[in-house]
C-alpha cells in the first residue's frame, strides 16, 4: 500500500495568464470562473483533488496587481502574499505571449528569498516557438532558483495530468488528508452563484462597469421537492448611476440577457431549474471602503 500524501499547491501570477483555467484543468471540474478579462478571480479559491493515496489542495489566486488602485486591490494582494505562508508547493504561472508583462521588483524578491518549493509553468506554449520558450525559462531560472520549470497548455490540458501531477505529488509530503475525501472545495454554494453572475457581467458588458460590480446573494432557497425550482434573488452593486442605468438596459433589456444566460449556467452547476431574480443598487465607493469590502468577504 502506498504511503498518502497531502499538501497545498497555490498558483499565483498575473491577471490572465491562465490560473483558474489551470486549476479547472488538474480538478476535471469547472470550479474556478475563467473569462478572457482580467481580474475575473477576485478572491483565494481553494480545489481538492482526492485519490486513495493523495489529496492536493489547489489554491487559484487573484492576479496579482502592480499598481493597485483600490482598496479592493490591496486585500487582493493580501489573498496571494498569504499563498507563500502556507503552501508546500508555489506554482508562478507566467504567459509566454506576454514576454514584458514581468513581476515588480517586490514580488520577484519574495519569490527569490521563499524557501518553499517552487515550480514555473509557461502557458499557452503551444503558441510560442521552442526556442523563445527556452529563453524565457533561462532567463526567469536566473533570477528565481525554480525546482521545476515545465511548459503547459491549460486550455488543451497538454502536460497537466501527465507531468505536471506526478511532479506535484513528487515534492509533496506524507501526511493525512486535511478535508473528507468526498469535498470537492472550501466555499459555498452561494459564492459560486455570484461568480457565476459576475462572469456574466465581464462577458456581456465593456470598460469599467463589470470592474465596479460585486454581486451578493441575499435569498437561496432549496426545492423541497424534485418537482419544485431553486429560488434565487440576488443584488448586484455598483458604484455609480451611469453603471446602474447600463447593467438594467432599455427597459430591462440587458439585465434580461444577463439574468437568462447566468441561469442557465446556474442551472447546470446546480442541476436543478432555478428562478434567478436580480437586483441592482448604486453603493458609491465600494472598492476604497474597507467595512464593505468586509461584508462582501474580502478579508
Given at each position: 500500500?502506498?504511503?498518502?500524501?497531502?499538501?497545498?499547491?497555490?498558483?499565483?501570477?498575473?491577471?490572465?495568464?491562465?490560473?483558474?483555467?489551470?486549476?479547472?484543468?488538474?480538478?476535471?471540474?469547472?470550479?474556478?470562473?475563467?473569462?478572457?478579462?482580467?481580474?475575473?478571480?477576485?478572491?483565494?479559491?481553494?480545489?481538492?483533488?482526492?485519490?486513495?493515496?493523495?489529496?492536493?489542495?489547489?489554491?487559484?489566486?487573484?492576479?496579482?496587481?502592480?499598481?493597485?488602485?483600490?482598496?479592493?486591490?490591496?486585500?487582493?494582494?493580501?489573498?496571494?502574499?498569504?499563498?507563500?505562508?502556507?503552501?508546500?508547493?508555489?506554482?508562478?504561472?507566467?504567459?509566454?505571449?506576454?514576454?514584458?508583462?514581468?513581476?515588480?521588483?517586490?514580488?520577484?524578491?519574495?519569490?527569490?528569498?521563499?524557501?518553499?518549493?517552487?515550480?514555473?509553468?509557461?502557458?499557452?506554449?503551444?503558441?510560442?516557438?521552442?526556442?523563445?520558450?527556452?529563453?524565457?525559462?533561462?532567463?526567469?531560472?536566473?533570477?528565481?532558483?525554480?525546482?521545476?520549470?515545465?511548459?503547459?497548455?491549460?486550455?488543451?490540458?497538454?502536460?497537466?495530468?501527465?507531468?505536471?501531477?506526478?511532479?506535484?505529488?513528487?515534492?509533496?509530503?506524507?501526511?493525512?488528508?486535511?478535508?473528507?475525501?468526498?469535498?470537492?472545495?472550501?466555499?459555498?454554494?452561494?459564492?459560486?452563484?455570484?461568480?457565476?453572475?459576475?462572469?456574466?457581467?465581464?462577458?456581456?458588458?465593456?470598460?469599467?462597469?463589470?470592474?465596479?460590480?460585486?454581486?451578493?446573494?441575499?435569498?437561496?432557497k432549496e426545492p423541497k421537492t424534485p418537482?419544485?425550482?431553486?429560488?434565487?434573488?440576488?443584488?448586484?452593486?455598483?458604484?455609480?448611476?451611469?453603471?446602474?442605468?447600463?447593467?438594467?438596459?432599455?427597459?430591462?433589456?440587458?439585465?434580461?440577457?444577463?439574468?437568462?444566460?447566468?441561469?442557465?449556467?446556474?442551472?447546470?452547476?446546480?442541476?436543478?431549474?432555478?428562478?434567478?431574480?436580480?437586483?441592482?443598487?448604486?453603493?458609491?465607493?465600494?472598492?476604497?471602503?474597507?467595512?464593505?469590502?468586509?461584508?462582501?468577504?474580502?478579508?
Open positions: 500500500m502506498k504511503p498518502h500524501k497531502s499538501g497545498f499547491v497555490n498558483i499565483i501570477g498575473r491577471p490572465n495568464v491562465g490560473k483558474s483555467t489551470l486549476l479547472n484543468a488538474l480538478l476535471g471540474e469547472r470550479l474556478s470562473v475563467e473569462t478572457p478579462k482580467a481580474q475575473t478571480t477576485r478572491h483565494r479559491i481553494k480545489g481538492i483533488l482526492n485519490e486513495e493515496d493523495y489529496q492536493i489542495i489547489f489554491s487559484d489566486t487573484p492576479g496579482i496587481v502592480l499598481n493597485p488602485a483600490y482598496e479592493m486591490h490591496h486585500i487582493m494582494n493580501q489573498f496571494v502574499k498569504s499563498t507563500f505562508d502556507d503552501a508546500d508547493i508555489l506554482v508562478l504561472i507566467i504567459d509566454p505571449t506576454r514576454p514584458k508583462d514581468v513581476l515588480s521588483e517586490e514580488w520577484m524578491e519574495a519569490l527569490k528569498n521563499t524557501s518553499t518549493k517552487k515550480f514555473l509553468l509557461l502557458n499557452k506554449s503551444d503558441l510560442v516557438p521552442t526556442g523563445a520558450l527556452l529563453e524565457l525559462a533561462s532567463s526567469w531560472q536566473d533570477k528565481i532558483n525554480f525546482d521545476e520549470i515545465l511548459p503547459i497548455s491549460a486550455l488543451k490540458k497538454s502536460n497537466i495530468q501527465d507531468k505536471l501531477l506526478p511532479l506535484l505529488l513528487k515534492y509533496l509530503p506524507e501526511g493525512p488528508p486535511y478535508y473528507p475525501k468526498d469535498q470537492l472545495t472550501d466555499r459555498s454554494i452561494r459564492f459560486f452563484i455570484s461568480e457565476i453572475i459576475r462572469a456574466h457581467i465581464l462577458k456581456q458588458f465593456k470598460e469599467e462597469v463589470p470592474y465596479s460590480c460585486e454581486v451578493v446573494v441575499n435569498e437561496f418537482t419544485d425550482i431553486t429560488h434565487i434573488q440576488c443584488t448586484i452593486y455598483v458604484n455609480r448611476k451611469s453603471q446602474k442605468s447600463i447593467l438594467i438596459g432599455k427597459q430591462g433589456s440587458a439585465i434580461k440577457k444577463l439574468g437568462t444566460a447566468a441561469r442557465y449556467d446556474i442551472e447546470k452547476f446546480l442541476q436543478t431549474k432555478v428562478y434567478l431574480d436580480l437586483h441592482v443598487k448604486v453603493l458609491e465607493k465600494w472598492r476604497d471602503d474597507k467595512q464593505t469590502l468586509r461584508r462582501f468577504g474580502y478579508d
